[in-house]
């Protein structure tokens, strides 16, 4: 056994030029190195080292052997100078060889490197064919976590073949290869769950989308277009604009507390709710009720998980508006006529899934022609520009002011402003638009 080094000696010995052929053994390492660069997969990483051991003249033939995943004293092969067809260890595991006894197993659990000078190998060794003709071995582990779960065997045919003053050099040498291949299939798991979970996320995107409406209503006297936009896959936002008995429609707009896929799963359950109501869903404040109620039975109650809402009921025949509020941002009405703009909190309480005791109150606001109104969620208000400051209400006033002829023109007038605002930067919280002008 080769007695431990300490740090200096081991970088004397490595660096030591014994041989005084220097320059070619340096240009060896950095081929070896540019090739292990270039490559992605381990499999080929591992090759283009075998490929620079080979121009080390390190021994004749070697073997490699590993205990991961195998109680003691198993281990497989997991390469040899033998085979004349390689076998991905990664990929295909169950092709290698597996034996629970042998000097190969022997050495491995040993943990440490060693010499064998003078080689000599039982007939019945399970390893017998691998080690056949040759007469010396160095024993050189790859650790991890303090074990040497993988070892390399360097063979020569003639006995003590091997100078041990080079023995140190091998052992970093393989054992940062070892770590610099560990780090690759590392990678590539890190790679495939990161692409598994993209999928996932894509298809509760999809989902999530199908949940909105797909085209909005033709509502007489009222125009109205929407923007949604989450900031990851899937979002906590929600809007929907629901039919009513004698022409009236509900227009409801919500965020879910947080952001991604658990705000995703919270929205999904609210459209469920609202969809459920046991029968048409009036007024606004009976509606907020309801959710509020399920919502604190089922959900919130054992987590701290809330959605501000907005439900208001129009009637195209008055252009009336009764809404109720629940911790949401207070639509902007922009008045044309006379160029006032007005906020609708008259009925403002606490979010839904909060208080179970909660009631909700209405108020009707009367409308005219050219008014319109913009609903929206606070990834709009909240953009941020790259110094820090917040798109806020005044900005959205200021573009609310332009009266439109459209609700898709004020619509498009708004995202301008944010995106330049932001000057492009991602949007760090879902941003839901829902624009009605009066006609």
């Not at 208001?312 to 508006?321: K, N, V």
């Not at 902007?332 to 909060?354: N, Y």
């Amino acid at each position: 056994m080769i007695d431990t080094m300490d740090s200096t000696a081991e970088l004397k010995s490595i660096f030591n030029n014994r041989s005084g052929d220097w320059k070619e053994r340096l240009a060896v390492v950095v081929a070896t190195m540019r090739d292990m660069s270039r490559q992605t997969d381990p499999q080929q990483m591992v090759q283009a080292f075998v490929r620079g051991m080979k121009r080390y003249r390190v021994g004749e033939a070697f073997i490699s052997v590993s205990r991961r995943d195998l109680a003691p004293p198993r281990y497989r092969i997991t390469r040899s100078s033998l085979w004349g067809e390689l076998v991905n260890p990664w990929r295909d595991r169950d092709l290698l060889p597996v034996f629970d006894r042998g000097l190969l197993g022997e050495l491995l659990y040993g943990d440490e490197p060693r010499v064998v000078a003078d080689l000599r190998v039982a007939d019945d060794d399970p390893a017998a064919e691998h080690l056949a003709g040759y007469r010396s071995l160095l024993a050189i582990p790859q650790y991890n976590g303090g074990i040497a779960k993988n070892m390399t065997f360097m063979l020569h045919s003639r006995p003590d073949g091997f100078e041990a003053d080079t023995f140190p050099e091998l052992v970093l040498r393989s054992n940062l290869v070892g770590q610099a291949t560990n780090n690759l299939v590392l990678s590539g798991e890190l790679k495939r769950a990161y692409e598994a979970v993209d999928r996932e996320l894509k298809l509760v995107a999809d989902i999530q989308r199908s949940l909105l409406p797909k085209v909005l209503p033709r509502i007489p006297t009222l125009d109205l277009a929407a923007h949604y936009q989450t900031s990851r896959y899937a979002g906590g936002d929600y809007y929907d604009v629901l039919p009513l008995p004698d022409g009236r429609w509900g227009i409801l707009i919500a965020d879910v507390s947080g952001h991604g896929t658990p705000a995703a799963v919270m929205m999904a359950i609210t459209h469920s709710i609202a969809h459920t109501y046991p029968g048409p869903p009036t007024p606004p404040s009976n509606m907020l009720n309801f959710l509020n109620e399920q919502l604190n039975k089922h959900y919130t109650s054992e987590n701290e998980t809330f959605v501000t809402a907005f439900y208001g009921i129009y009637d195209p025949a008055t252009r009336r508006l009764s809404y109720a509020g629940a911790g949401h941002n207070p639509p902007r009405l922009m008045r044309c006529e006379d160029g006032t703009i007005d906020s609708l909190d008259a009925a403002r309480r606490l979010p839904l899934g909060i208080a179970a005791d909660e009631v909700y109150e209405e108020h009707t606001h009367q409308l005219r022609p050219g008014d319109q109104i913009v609903f929206y969620t606070d990834g709009v208000t909240d953009a941020e520009a790259p110094d820090g400051r917040m798109f806020g209400l005044e900005r959205l006033d200021g573009v609310l002011s332009q009266c439109t002829a459209r609700a898709s023109n004020l619509i498009e007038s708004v995202l301008v402003a944010v995106e330049e605002f932001t000057e492009g930067r991602p949007a760090a919280d879902d941003r839901t638009l829902l624009v009605a002008k009066v006609s």
